[in-house]
């Protein structure tokens, strides 16, 4: 299918089911790659449904097309080879030594396309001594760091409300693919698929993305201060440690706001804001690291203040102040507040059957080549035909393997 945007004409094929790889792959099809994902992802049937499917789906799978391909069969894995031979990227997020044992792997693909890229995404790595073992999003959160250092001190660890070690993990997978994908193209660009040209191809390389260590890469300086100072940072609530102040704070309505003062400027300005002269002008505050022996001065401050303030009088306040600010939004707040409308963060489609939804907008913006949804995520093997067509099969041959189990 032809298509627009900065990935025009990059063609990948997606391995894989639920939140990793697709949302790898989904971030690459908004920006005008070819994707294909090979059918039967559970995340149809996961959270809300609208007539059996999921509505995540419409979002995870967008601008995909879907081959319902039977990988436990020969001839759905030499299928597979066939699309691996025309693609540039592929996307799996299979257990390591599931490819492999199928005849996938990325040494045996990159001997038919040697210009081929793979990333593959899993909890632990293609290595180490807990490759074998399942690993999902939340076993990489924790493990990496994350659940660790969320929630309140005197309380077990939560969890973010989102799936956010495997969408860190997905992101890693992106920006791994681009970087190869510029490296086989100043090395040699895409291999023509004929004999005796495998040297003039650009070098593939295989994108190795562990989910433990995507969620370990966000940690800040979490190493540096434990090796040097010994210092195990520990969980805060709501503010943001060693930083001063950068809370969540509480307005008399029982509206939560972010406020985040931290910057010297700005916690002048903040103090004078809500009438705390005496704190504004102290020098020992003057600066970070002296205001933060004292947070739990300046955070009774500042409650002391919001406990007074509706939650829109504080806005208004603190944004003349120019101090950063927000409330904390739902999603109903994001629908109608005017800085998403004026991005245009949504964008309206229609189910087959006239319902309208709405889906969040693509990001990041680009001013050349945006990203968009030129459909929502597709019906179980809606692009079968067109797809074996494309690789040569005659429509005999495609109602043959529909027949004998290899597609849907």
């Known amino acids: 299918m032809k298509t627009t945007g900065a990935l025009s004409g990059i063609r990948v094929l997606e391995l894989g089911t639920l939140i990793a790889g697709p949302f790898c792959a989904r971030m690459l099809a908004e920006f005008g790659a070819d994707v294909i994902n090979d059918g039967g992802d559970p995340l149809r049937q996961w959270r809300v449904l609208k007539d059996g499917t999921s509505l995540w789906w419409s979002v995870q799978a967008r601008n995909k097309q879907s081959l319902t391909l039977n990988m436990k069969t020969e001839q759905g894995r030499q299928i597979a080879r066939e699309l691996a031979l025309q693609a540039d990227i592929i996307i799996e997020n299979y257990r390591p030594g599931v490819l492999e044992k199928w005849g996938l792997g990325y040494e045996a693909l990159r001997a038919i396309n040697p210009a081929l890229i793979m990333v593959r995404l899993s909890g632990y790595g293609q290595n180490g001594p807990m490759r074998d073992m399942p690993g ?70 295989m994108v190795d993305v562990a989910l ?9 300086s979490l190493v540096p201060e434990y090796d040097v100072a010994g210092v195990v940072r520990e969980r805060t609530g709501g503010a943001l440690p060693g930083i001063v102040p950068s809370n969540t704070y509480t307005t008399q309505e029982g509206d939560n706001l972010v406020i985040a003062g931290n910057g010297d400027a700005i916690f002048h300005r903040l103090m004078l804001a809500i009438g705390r002269e005496d704190l504004a002008h102290d020098t020992q505050l003057a600066r970070n690291d002296g205001r933060v022996p004292r947070t739990a001065e300046i955070d009774q401050a500042i409650q002391d203040w919001c406990s007074t303030q509706t939650v829109d009088a504080a806005l208004v306040t603190l944004r003349a102040a120019d101090v950063p600010v927000s409330k904390i939004f739902s999603v109903r707040d994001m629908l109608q507040d005017p800085q998403f409308l004026a ?27 945006p990203g968009g949804t030129r459909w929502m995520g597709p019906q179980l093997g809606e692009h079968n035909h067109a797809i074996l067509q494309s690789l040569g099969y005659s429509d005999a041959e495609i109602q043959a393997l529909r027949e004998q189990g290899v597609t849907g």
């Open 136 to 205: 999902f999003g939340a076993v990489g959160e924790s493990m990496g760091g994350l659940r660790y250092v969320s929630g309140h001190a005197d309380r077990p660890p939560v969890r973010v409300g989102i799936s956010i070690g495997d969408s860190v993990a997905a992101l890693h997978g992106v920006i791994g693919a681009m970087m190869a994908l510029r490296h086989r193209d100043v090395t040699g660009g895409r291999w023509n698929g004929k004999a005796g040209t495998e040297l003039q191809a650009g070098q593939g390389q």
């Open 212 to 220: 433990y260590e995507s969620v370990f890469n966000l940690m800040e």
């Open 343 to 369: 991005r245009n963060m949504f964008e309206q489609h229609q189910f087959a059957d006239g319902t309208p939804v709405k889906l969040p907008a693509v990001t990041p913006k680009m001013s050349a080549t």
